[in-house]
Nanobody, 123 residues
Framework: QLQLVESGGGLVQPGGSLRLSCVGS????????VGWFRQAPGEEREGVSCISSSDNSTTYTDSVKGRFSISRDNGKNTVYLQMNGLKPEDTAVYYC????????????????WGQGTQVTVSS
């Protein structure tokens, strides 16, 4: 059974940091592109960042460039999203997902999804 499990969400003050983790089971994550997405209440799911399977190239949506960083640890079958300089508008449920297609932040191209982890940025 292919599964993705996210962790690391929580409540943080504006300007703070969190590191989200996405652990794969039943498949080897470095064979897939992995993306992070988020969805705020009443909003559509938005692509945040992805890392390719071919050369670990990374893509970020404009609103998080310079603040968020995606990386892999193949030995732990884990993909991380380091989030610094968090803002209230970053508040959402964050999901990781895996795809056979590299370099896309389009949710419809991702076939395997985790259950999500809540990130709340508030003072």
């Amino acid at each position: 059974q292919l599964q993705l499990v996210e962790s690391g969400g929580g409540l943080v003050q504006p300007g703070g940091s969190l590191r989200l983790s996405c652990v794969g089971s039943g498949f080897t994550l470095n064979n897939y592109a992995v993306g992070w997405f988020r969805q705020a209440p009443g909003e559509e799911r938005e692509g945040v960042s992805c890392i390719s399977s071919s050369d670990n190239s990374t893509t970020y949506t404009d609103s998080v460039k310079g603040r968020f960083s995606i990386s892999r640890d193949n030995g732990k079958n884990t993909v991380y999203l380091q989030m610094n300089g968090l803002k209230p508008e970053d508040t959402a449920v964050y999901y990781c997902a895996a795809s056979i297609y590299d370099d896309y932040l389009t949710p419809g191209l991702y076939d395997w999804w985790g259950q999500g982890t809540q990130v709340t940025v508030s003072s």
